[in-house]
């Protein structure tokens, strides 16, 4: 990461007492904009040499009065990788989650994402719409240049924040369709799209639009890049209490996050 290329992107979303809270930051690699926003899943390693694991970004803020730029996520890992291993019981699309959620300053966040995502093949490959079909939807909408918009709808983010101003920023750094993604969802949301996937097999032209797959429980995806898994279990990381990257003096700010209402726009 370039130095002082860390910036939020937009306006502030909530405040409480000194947290600031964000939807979105930005920063350079190899002098390459990038955007990271809730609800968006990546790959990251923790450490050198360790495993592979996905993190969900689900908090941005900054505390004021020691000028943190902070971040949470969540962070799933496959059952190979865990203490207890891989068992009969876990699915071939299966990761477990950090029982508890990872707070790190936002430069070691970057630090710890891996954005060369070609060596990652587990999970299932979401059904692709054909993109003409993509394209005729978003006119009829006024969206025709935000393809970036059906990506976004894989996240499993649903906090009614309103985006609007992330995705036009996200678009105009440029399509990355060929790009690996990551996308964990539920157990029942997963169960809902295989089913899909199953019902439409045979009615493929069903799959062209993304309301359709969407009201039954699918994923929309311009790209058969995307990799869906589930996650339906918990586990104690054994290591990441001793991460020096891990700022657990932070961690008070997610308690009144998590436990009052804090109004977000």
């Not at 996308?183 to 029942?188: D, F, M, N």
Request: net charge negative.
């Amino acid at each position: 990461m370039e130095p002082n290329s860390l910036t939020w992107l937009g306006s502030p979303c909530g405040f409480h007492g000194p947290y600031i809270f964000y939807k979105a930051f930005r920063f350079d690699i190899e002098a390459n904009p990038r955007i990271l926003s809730l609800g968006d899943f990546f790959l990251v390693r923790c450490r050198p040499g360790e495993p592979l694991c996905i993190a969900e970004l689900q908090l941005l803020w900054e505390e004021r009065s020691r000028k943190q730029l902070l971040s949470s996520s969540k962070l799933y890992f496959l059952p190979e990788d865990t203490p207890q291993g891989r068992t009969v019981s876990h699915g071939e699309d299966e990761v477990l989650a950090v029982s508890e959620k990872v707070v790190v300053k936002l430069q070691d966040l970057v630090r710890w994402t891996v954005w060369d995502s070609s060596g990652w093949s587990r999970g299932l490959k979401a059904a692709p719409l054909k993109p003409s079909e993509v394209l005729q939807e978003l006119e009829k909408n006024g969206q025709r240049d935000t393809p970036v918009l059906h990506r976004y709808r894989e996240s499993t983010l649903n906090s009614g924040l309103n985006f609007k101003y992330v995705l036009k920023e996200k678009t105009q750094l440029g399509d990355d369709g060929d790009q690996k993604r990551v996308s964990v969802l539920s157990y029942p949301q997963y169960c809902r799209y295989r089913s899909l996937l199953a019902r439409l097999k045979e009615r493929p032209a069903s799959l062209l639009t993304s309301q359709v797959v969407l009201a039954l429980g699918g994923v929309t995806s311009l790209t058969d890049h995307t990799h869906i898994l589930y996650c339906r279990d918990t586990f104690e990381h054994p290591t990441l209490i001793d991460n020096d990257n891990v700022c657990d003096e932070f961690g008070e700010c997610l308690k009144y996050y998590y436990c009052t209402e804090i109004p977000l726009y």
